[in-house]
Each structure stands twice: as C-alpha cells, then as structure tokens.
Nanobody, 120 residues
Framework: VQLQASGGGLVQAGGSLRLSCTAS????????MGWHRQAPGKERELVAS???????RYLDSVKGRFTISGDFAKNTVHLQMNNLVSEDTAVYYC???????????????WGQGTQVTVSS
C-alpha cells in the first residue's frame, strides 16, 4: 500500500493550503489517519489526527487554523491549513494506522511527504 500526498507548495503568510492523501488500495480496519510534519533540524511531530471513532487531535500551535478530515471508506485524509505562518514551513507526511483485534495499530503506512513553505 502506498500513500500519495499532494497539495503542498509555496504560500505567503496568512494564506491557505489544502493537503490531500490517498491510499493506492483499500486499507481495512483503519484505526486513525493523520498528518505529521518535519521542519529542518527538528524532529517529526504530529500535526493532526482523526480516529475511526471520530476523535480529533491537534498540535497546540495549529489549533483554530488547521482542520483535518477523513473518509475512512475511501482511505483519504485531508488537512485544511488556514492563516499559515512561517513556523508551519516543513515537509508534511500523511499517515494511516490500521489493524483489528490483536493487530490493532500494527500496520503503519506513510506518504512520501509534501513540502509546505510559508514566506513571511
């Protein structure tokens, strides 16, 4: 299974971008879908996630600006990013975690990353 991320690019501060991620084939038993990011010289961090039960998590610095949405049947996840700031500059990676029963969370899929650059 491959995850294909798209929607990154160069935007001015205050602008918006919408990231999308789609799986190459159906993934059964998705537990959660999310977006992570990694800025130069920094560790990868979780930006937002959505669980199969509808629970949402956001990095504190993006709350109120970013919105995650997902279609578990279509294996797609989006990240709407508004009011972008220079600190949001990073490579963004989509992630899908799957597995049922004793295999809960066992399958961990990652996209190739899409660059988001915010100019100030």
């Amino acid at each position: 299974v491959q995850l294909q991320a798209s929607g990154g690019g160069l935007v001015q501060a205050g602008g918006s971008l919408r990231l999308s991620c789609t799986a190459s084939e159906r993934i059964a038993g998705i537990n959660a879908m999310g977006w992570h990011r990694q800025a130069p010289g920094k560790e990868r961090e979780l930006v937002a996630s959505i669980s199969s039960g509808g629970n949402l998590r956001y990095l504190d610095s993006v709350k109120g600006r970013f919105t995650i949405s997902g279609d578990f049947a279509k294996n797609t996840v989006h990240l709407q990013m508004n009011n972008l700031v220079s600190e949001d500059t990073a490579v963004y990676y989509c992630n899908i975690v799957a597995g049922t029963g004793i295999h809960f969370g066992e399958y961990d899929y990652w996209g190739q990353g899409t660059q988001v650059t915010v100019s100030s």
